[in-house]
């Protein structure tokens, strides 16, 4: 049985360690406490929480909270995570309290020590799941002089790009809050399909004129992962005020680099009805791939303009002049968004429906703003009705959903059955499995996705031990990721792709 009275204590002296709780406070939250957990009085004992002190993550009184309302029939199993929320959210700091405490940091110590402390803060009320996260599978994959980071994300649910797209056509209803998103999450209590939201907290600031916030993600692809979002339930959209927006950010986090997800099904990431970016401390595999060809830009000389030595297409603008780099960016846009190339199958639109957009990422460096724009284009067709510029059918088994900003610039998110089953593959590879194709022909069995590749690899041989064989299927796994970014290149890497590519760039630079 869990003391209760004690763990009041050990909470008290948790919120007091990282969560900013005043020692005149104390005696108030502790009655807060009291209540919450149906006690009538906190313990006479003499206790030693030096260890609190210690603590990297609150799991451990995670867990207690959570043993303790069960227990106790406060709460039931299936709202266990709901209410431990919730007592961290009641321990942190207000809203107004982080945002004044932010902002103050920034101040007297610059943008990067205002960060740490968001996000340190983000942690320890157990808002980021920093344990969770690191159970994820990670590597990465040198190719030649491209990089590709993967991972296997075990929190993550796998999406279908039909669900997707629903959602730009959903009816307004009266759900609240509207979306994961909304501004009115912060405080939210939940529910068993919407997460809680008591402990999320959020920083307000202006962005394109307008009234934007930012808060970071609890799945942290990366390294403190940040969404910039809008205060206004908006559809995403890739429009002349979208760089402004993403200028501003940029110029706010001078740390940090920021994107838009293309704003259209298939090429759009997974929320496509609230419009936010993507952004963080991390520069992605494709920030780091060189320019294999510049071009003179004769209506803005003031920009250099190149091609991105990536696997997708993609346009690289750099600049220290802020207002010409937003212009061109600008004009990307405007033209792209009409742009059909019969000879690389680029329809801008068939039937009325619109197919091209883009994703603009920006980051500086030193003082110069560097602009990679990635082309896309979401067009279906008889032989590809998931998208002709998607993962091809045959590479399905390892990703299906769409391939958003993050894994367009180079880090693959795999859906978390992959832990398993790749360990599966690789003890049928080694022959600690029996490999039987009749069995993986079986809708039931959870290898059938993956049956073709099995048998691509097992005639090739049987790897000598499950060392080689967990090798063999990280490097399919690898190569399939390349494919997939190939795949969505819109301005493939031939001859006719890359005469198709230079046009479009010499209708861009010469006005």
Known sequence: MIDGKVMV?????YAEKFLSLNVRDKIYFRNLLLREFNLDEPTNEQLDLSFIDELDVPDILVKEVEDYAVENKIIQEDYKNLYSTYIFGLLSPLPSKVNETFYDIKKKYGIEKACEYFYNLSVKNNYVQKTA????????????EKTLEITVN?????????????LLSAPKTTKYPACLLCKENEGFKGTLTHPARENIRTISLTMGGEKWFVQYSPYAYYNEHMIAISENHTPMHIKADTVEKILDFVDFFPNY??????????IGGSILNHEHFQGGGHLMPMHKAPVK???????YPQVKVGIVDWYNSVIRLESKN???????TKDIIALWENYSDKDNYIFAETDGVKHNSLSPVCHKQDKKYVMDIILRNNITTEEFPDGLFHAHPEYHNIKKEG???IEAMGLFILPGRLKVQLKEIADILCGNSEYDFSKLENQDNPLFVHRFMIKKLMEKGKAKNFDEAEKIVKDEVNDVCKNILLNTAVFKNNEVGNAGFKKFIDSVIMG
Do not use: T
């Open 9 to 13: 204590e050990k909470l008290l002296r």
């Open 154 to 166: 075990l929190s993550k649910p796998e999406k279908n790009n039909k669900d997707i797209a629903k």
């Open 322 to 328: 802020r207002k010409k780099i937003a212009s061109l």
């Open 293 to 299: 060809e510049y071009f003179k830009c004769v209506k």
């Open 257 to 266: 680099m920021i994107g838009s997800n293309a704003a259209l099904p298939i």
């Open 403 to 405: 391939i958003g900003l």
């Open 133 to 144: 996260i690191a159970r994820n599978l990670k590597w990465e994959y040198v190719d030649e």
